[in-house]
């Protein structure tokens, strides 16, 4: 557990710069100038509102912490090898913003040695944010969140989302959808990692699987789930580093099920066209 004053400093400069990141995403919402595509992958795209809000956080984390290192999304490395490094995605749902879709978010975390301290998830558009400490909870606009108490699969709704490079590298990710959609009330697709770990910690969902995520999309959102009283894994049920990509993340009580879907979904036979 951190000690008190010091973990507040943190929560309260991430929010600060999450909600003036959130201004920016705002500012260029339905008003893009140029879309452009990154690492030569067709389907994964940024803009000048993700590198604005970039800048603008990483300023007010390196004014307030300037020792910190800082690990962004949008090529934002600083002080590299320090102990405390802030994990920054300034536009979670870049596809979705694109298309003025309004379901994105900003998501910033903590680590220090490798360790999830502190997390902040940040949705614009709805005003909310989410945040948690390690030790001290999980909370939205300042109160508490739980996982919910589901504990059947056939009654939970659950979250996925699919790499850019599916169709090169498909990597179970029909059967998986397919597995769950026999066993689980119903999917949903949001389109923000962050933001679906954010609603499995506040209970509107009660878990989420994605075969390859990033560090910065699941940082805070790892520390939101677990301070709710959720299980965070990989697929095969082992603790979960951020710095590998496949996620689960769950109420708990629907964990082991998830993992068997998860496995069992690997032998299915997809006979789709779309597979083919
Ligand atoms: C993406 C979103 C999406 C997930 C992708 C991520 P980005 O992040 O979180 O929901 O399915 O795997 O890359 O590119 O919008 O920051
Ligand atoms: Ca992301
Ligand atoms: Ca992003």
Known sequence: MLD??????????????????????????????????KNQQQFNLVTEADRNAERRIVDILLEAFPGHGILGEEGGAHNIGASHRWIIDPLDGTTNYTHAFPIFSISIALERDGELLAGVIHDPVRDELFHAARGAGAFLNGKRIHVSDISRIEK?????????????????????????LKEAQAIRRLGSAALDCAYVAAGRLDGFWEVALQPWDKAAGHLLIEEAGGRVSDFAGAPHDIHQPPFLGSNGRIHDDMLRVLEEAKSLVITMKARE
């Open 156 to 180: 939970a709704m659950l979250v996925t989302g699919f790499p850019y490079n599916i169709r090169e590298n498909p990597d179970y990710c029909y059967e998986r959808f397919i597995g769950f």
């Open 4 to 37: 008190m004053t010091e973990h507040e400093t943190y929560i309260e400069t991430a929010q600060h710069a999450a909600r003036e990141a959130g201004t920016v995403l705002l500012h260029h919402l339905g008003n893009l100038r140029e879309i452009e595509v």
